[in-house]
């Protein structure tokens, strides 16, 4: 069983520009959820969808946003990007929203330069 | 809102000793996660603690919940080297909470021989 896929896993991105990063969560579950881990900030969350609909967002501003395809597949995207954005970007997946177990995929190191 | 703090931060550990991780956390939990990290890598979920009173084991590691004390506890036995990891502690506050984790500030953890 395939576990939650992120790509891409490194990206290097200038101040100023954007990025979108993609998240497959595993066959059958249908919650996505993003999260921003810095050693200042620890492990901090970001959003969750489940069945294309945002249902939490956390405390961040809104140059940070997501989405989810028919197929649970989701997207989040930073635009603007500032120094104090660099981090791993990890997306967790569970069978329902906020029900059951999540699982974590490998996560997406932004470096923002 | 839900705040979860785990104690201590750094654990020094000679190979063979027994020492236990604290979690405790601010308003009700509805679960208890506890996760590990290795550096540079994802979050390994390890355990799921759904009510007050469970306890689970896997190896030389056991986690329990006391929900009236809003506490979890990872205890580690005769740790060994490949122990050494960072551990995570996330509460779910419940309700429209639905996939949001709150997390701990994670406990790094070095095994020595």
């Given at each position: 069983?395939?576990?939650v896929t ?22 059958g579950?249908?919650s996505?959820?993003?999260?921003q ?5 620890g ?6 969808y489940f069945s294309?609909?945002?249902?939490n967002?956390?405390?961040f ?7 989810q ?5 989701s ?6 990007l ?10 967790a ?10 699982f974590?995929?490998q996560?997406?190191?932004l470096?923002?330069? | ?31 208890l ?5 290795d550096p ?8 799921v ?9 896997e ?19 005769a740790?060994v080297h490949?122990l050494?990891?960072t ?6 506050a ?7 984790l ?9 095994v020595h021989?």
């Amino acid at each position: 069983k395939a576990g939650v896929t992120q790509t891409p896993r490194y990206l290097i991105k200038t101040r100023g520009q954007q990025v979108t990063l993609s998240c497959s969560p595993i066959s059958g579950h249908r919650s996505v959820s993003w999260y921003q881990q810095t050693p200042g900030q620890g492990l901090q969350f970001l959003f969750e969808y489940f069945s294309e609909t945002q249902r939490n967002k956390g405390n961040f501003p809104g140059r940070f946003s997501g989405r989810q395809f028919s197929n649970s597949r989701s997207e989040m995207n930073v635009s603007t990007l500032e120094l104090g954005d660099s981090a791993l970007y990890l997306c967790a997946s569970s069978r329902d929203a906020g029900n059951t177990e999540a699982f974590f995929g490998q996560g997406t190191r932004l470096t923002v330069v | 809102e839900l705040k979860v703090e785990q104690n201590p931060l750094f654990l020094s550990m000679q190979e063979g000793k027994n020492y236990t991780i604290y979690c405790n956390y601010s308003t009700t939990s509805d679960r208890l996660y506890w996760y590990r990290q290795d550096p540079g890598k994802s979050l390994e979920s390890l355990f799921v603690l759904l009510s007050n009173g469970a306890v689970k084991q896997e190896g030389r590691l056991m986690a329990s919940l006391d929900t009236k004390a809003r506490l979890s506890t990872l205890h580690i036995t005769a740790a060994v080297h490949d122990l050494s990891a960072t551990y995570f502690c996330a509460g779910h506050a419940g309700g429209t909470s639905y996939g949001k984790l709150t997390f701990g500030q994670g406990t790094i953890l070095t095994v020595h021989p």
